[in-house]
């Protein structure tokens, strides 16, 4: 099942839950606006080459949209679809004013030199500038994507609106990113693990994690676990894998990979097959890369206790099925990786108002976010008698439902 289809099941089970209107129901399904534009640029060798260009605008009901922007061969409408439907409730569970977009260029930045990317960065935005801003749409980093991308996408912007530093989040400290954004999506998986253990009167201390996927987001969460007593077991990138059953040194690691850009001749731990990571021998398992890693061909496998979605869609509905009868614990994406969009409004916020925050007010007020959206996760769980992925959804879709008839959307 690819991912719009299984993000419209989620969503529709919710909808049930909720009972609402079919016409309202539709209505929210619906993207506001789908754009699909053509990027032509000279490569350094002088060829031309075309790449094509995707912004899905979802639902604007609560706020501007918000998403980021990915670079990756990979890129498709259904995705995209999928992405920005799934960014509309994660905003609306974490309880910011947003709604949800996502774009991206079909392309391997890989393949492209700085100066290639900066190039279709600027004829992206070129395309899309009048259908973006402050108030409108807000796009972020993704896959492929960085705080340089958006400091090219915010020159090229403010070249026809004015210097315009709120209409991309996830940008250099210099140009007015705020301290604390690039740790956000993993401190706030940590924030969210802690407050689901702490349910099952445990922390993180007790536990023994595996990562998959150990880039920006999967890094961070690594980073904050080793430093409250967790112990990462094993991790694995695009370049492999590697184990070491008492723990990995994680700072020596991070030190490693930061030099190297690789997991590959570290010293610390064990080579051994990614395809082993998912069902390795652990109480947490944080899946931090692709989606529909988890499907129904190693979900019966899988030995960890509870699940944290750092990544976009990582567990396929019959997986969902599959690790729910056994007894696992899910904590889903749209709560679990909104640490990222909770720190880009905070720095919204702060170029609204021109007035920055310190790191320590940064992460104190991400901490409140992440526990309060767990409480209310947990009420909706009660109240509609479901696991914690219907939970977050039930209340992401009804927040975007009462916003969409507060305002009156069959006028």
């Given amino acids: 099942m690819n991912a719009l289809a299984a993000t419209n099941r989620n969503f529709l089970h919710a909808s049930r839950i909720l009972g609402l209107d079919s016409k309202l129901e539709k209505s929210l399904l619906i993207p ?7 990027c032509t640029i000279p490569k350094d060798d002088g060829t031309l080459v075309s790449y094509v260009g995707f912004r899905v605008q979802h639902d604007n009901a609560r706020g501007p949209m918000k998403g980021g922007i990915r670079y990756h061969p990979e890129v498709d409408p259904d995705e995209v679809n999928a992405l920005a439907q799934l960014m509309t409730w994660k905003t609306a569970v974490a309880n910011i004013p947003y709604g949800g977009a996502k774009g991206g260029i079909g392309c391997n930045p890989r393949e492209l030199s700085i100066s290639e990317q900066e190039r279709l960065t600027r004829v992206f935005t070129q395309r899309i500038h009048d259908l973006i801003g402050i108030h409108r749409d807000v796009p972020a980093p993704d896959m492929g994507t960085n705080s340089q991308t958006m400091a090219w996408i915010l020159d090229e912007y403010s070249k026809f609106h004015g ?8 940008k250099p400290i210099d140009l007015g990113g705020s301290l604390g954004r690039e740790a956000a999506t993993g401190l706030g998986v940590v924030f969210g693990t ?3 253990l702490a349910e099952y009167g445990k922390s993180i201390s007790d536990m023994k994690f595996v990562i998959q996927g150990f880039g920006n987001v999967g890094s961070w969460a690594a980073k904050y676990i080793h430093e409250r007593g967790g112990k990462v077991v094993a991790v694995s990138d695009i370049t492999g894998a590697i184990k ?9 690691l991070l030190r490693h990979t930061a030099s190297t850009e690789s997991l590959k001749e570290f010293h610390g731990g064990d080579v051994m097959d990614p395809n082993g990571l998912l069902v390795h021998d652990c109480d947490v398992l944080i899946p931090c890369a692709l989606g529909g890693v988890l499907n129904k061909e190693n979900a019966a496998e899988v030995k960890a206790k509870f699940i944290i979605e750092a990544a976009n869609h990582p567990t396929d509905p019959e997986a969902d099925e599959i690790l729910s ?4 614990v899910i904590l889903p994406d749209i709560y679990a990786n909104s640490g990222g969009v909770t720190v880009s409004y905070f720095e919204w916020v702060q170029n ?3 007035f920055m925050w310190d790191e320590e007010k940064v992460n104190c007020e991400l901490n409140k976010y992440m526990r309060k959206a767990f409480c209310d996760i947990k009420a909706m769980c009660q109240a509609h008698n479901c696991n914690l992925r219907m939970g977050a959804f039930t209340l992401g879709v009804n927040r975007v439902a009462r916003a969409t008839l507060l305002r009156g959307w069959e006028a």
């Fill in 244 to 252: 070491n059953p008492n723990g990995l040194d994680i700072p020596a």
């Fill in 32 to 38: 506001f606006r789908e754009i699909k534009v053509e």
């Fill in 325 to 328: 009868k056994k007894g696992v």
């Fill in 163 to 170: 210097y315009s530093p709120a209409v991309v989040t996830g």
């Fill in 194 to 196: 802690e407050a689901l």
């Fill in 352 to 354: 609204i108002q021109g």
